[in-house]
Each structure stands twice: as structure tokens, then as C-alpha cells.
């Protein structure tokens, strides 16, 4: 059996100032580095992971750290784990992007990239090029229990859920991830099960 424990970044600086982030490399605020570490004590005691893989971006590298040190584990990094490629819009104000580069009537096609960045063909390609090497690498007939822990942004977080469920690219279903949510998917002889989306219990730990 295959686990794959996926887990947003916690809030990021980008987050409070309410900018488009993207690629844009904020760090953790600092109830975002606490949001992280209640969040790797409770991975610690009920989910400790076999490998860590995370996106290189700040916000989501310092949270997998946090994790890596608790459960005494080294992180690898996937650039193909990192957030839509938001063009002109990474780092801008939202009220300010909107005024200097409003969305086209209809929003954008999905073959055509966001100013300069990717495009949603584009951007679902990257993730399922990273589903693949992932279940081509650690699926397979050898694979006893194995949990890994992914640690990526909430765009691409829907992108995964879309190839592990085998959907469309489209935006019309979308799994919500807050701060440090966590899923958990497993494949088991053939299956795919969500066991649960959307967790935060350990927020709620004092």
C-alpha cells in the first residue's frame, strides 16, 4: 500500500497582505512557523513518513523543514511541486493586479499562459509529469507500506487530486486547503482511497 500524506505551506506573508503569490517567494508569517510546527508534532505521533518531498518555494521548504526536524528526516525537492506560474500577477497586490491586468471577459483559455506564465494545459501537465515519476518510482510490486509526505501549494494540490482521481483539468470541482491542511490518499492493490481532505486537527491543539 501506497500513503500519500499531502499538506499545504502555512501562512505565508503573502497570505496577510493578500497579494497573488504563485512563484513569488514569501516566507512563513510567524503564526505560520507555529501553524507548522503543531502541524509536524501531530505528523510525528500519528503519521511519520518514509520520505518528505516539497516544493523548493520558501513558504512550503520551511514548512517541510520544520517537519523533517521533528520526525529526523531529510527533505528532497520537486520544482515540479511548486505553485502556478502566475506570470506579471506573482507578488502584486490583488486590488493592484486588478486594476493593471483585469482578466479577459471569460477568464483565460486554457491553452493560453497567464501573462508570461503557465497556462492550465501547462500547469497539468507539470503535475501529472510529477504523479508519474512518483507512482512509476514508488508503486509497484516491491512497495510494502510505504507513506510519503508531499508538502506543495493548494493550486497544485487540486492538480494532484485531479491525477490521482483522473479528472479534468478544469476548475469546476476544488478541494479547499487551508493553512497546513492535510490529505490523506492511498492506493492499495489497484484502489485509490481518500481517506480524509481538508484536516486541521492539529491546529487546534494548544
Not at 126 to 150: Q, V
Not at 151 to 172: A, K, Q, T, W, Y
Amino acid at each position: 500500500m501506497l500513503e500519500l500524506i499531502i499538506v499545504r505551506h502555512g501562512q505565508s506573508v503573502a497570505d496577510i497582505e493578500n497579494r497573488y503569490e504563485g512563484r513569488a517567494d514569501f516566507p512563513l508569517t510567524n503564526l505560520g512557523y507555529e501553524q507548522a510546527v503543531k502541524l509536524a508534532l501531530w505528523i510525528k505521533r500519528n503519521y511519520p513518513p518514509d520520505l518528505i518531498v516539497s516544493s523548493p518555494l520558501k513558504r512550503t521548504s520551511e514548512t517541510a523543514k520544520i517537519i523533517g526536524k521533528e520526525v529526523n528526516m531529510e527533505v528532497k525537492y520537486d520544482n515540479d511541486l511548486m505553485e502556478l506560474d502566475s506570470g506579471l500577477l506573482a507578488g502584486l497586490l490583488k486590488s493592484e493586479a486588478d486594476l493593471k491586468f483585469p482578466k479577459p471577459e471569460g477568464g483565460h483559455k486554457a491553452h493560453e499562459a497567464i501573462l508570461g506564465g503557465e497556462s492550465l494545459i501547462e500547469f497539468r501537465a507539470r503535475a501529472e509529469r510529477f504523479w508519474s515519476k512518483l507512482i512509476c518510482t514508488h508503486y509497484n510490486k516491491e512497495t510494502i507500506n510505504k507513506r510519503i509526505l508531499i508538502v506543495s501549494h493548494g493550486g497544485i494540490i487540486n492538480m494532484l487530486f485531479r491525477c490521482f482521481l483522473c479528472l479534468p483539468m478544469n476548475d469546476e470541482f476544488v478541494i479547499h486547503t487551508g493553512d497546513t491542511c492535510v490529505h490523506l490518499w492511498k492506493i492499495a492493490k489497484g484502489k485509490k482511497i481518500i481517506e480524509f481532505i481538508n484536516c486541521q486537527e492539529h491546529l487546534l491543539q494548544a
